[in-house]
């Protein structure tokens, strides 16, 4: 019943910008960390951004200065706002919550940077 839905995805030219939004039902996040994750065609899943309870975030080294993770616990969201996108940030992102020792995921929304 724990859902997580990711938006916001698409199509942008470096140094473009998009803004990903992850929407949670099923469960309220505010005592929870939460975090973005990517993943490209045969690579390894990472960690790009987390965010936890208490509002501290950390962030991976390629995106530092560039993308911002902030969550609205009011609208059960985590959003991340990615600036000076790059062709090496194409992934499919996907949003976690982590709950306790459990992790639940959402289906991932696509994001392409190219010419």
């Known amino acids: 019943q724990v859902q997580l839905v990711e938006s916001g995805g698409g199509l942008v030219q470096p140094g473009g910008s998009l803004r990903l939004s992850c929407a949670v039902s099923g469960m309220m996040i505010r005592n929870f960390a939460m975090g973005w994750y990517r993943q490209g065609p045969g690579k390894r899943r990472e960690l790009v951004a987390g965010?936890?309870?208490?509002?501290?975030?950390n962030y991976a080294d390629s995106v530092k200065g560039r993308f911002t993770i902030s969550r609205d616990n009011a609208e059960n969201t985590i959003d991340l706002q990615m600036n000076s996108l790059k062709p090496e940030d194409t992934a499919s992102y996907l949003c976690n919550l982590h709950h306790w020792s459990n992790d639940y995921w959402g289906q991932g929304t696509q994001v392409t940077v190219s010419t």
């Open positions: 965010i936890g309870s208490g509002g501290t975030t």
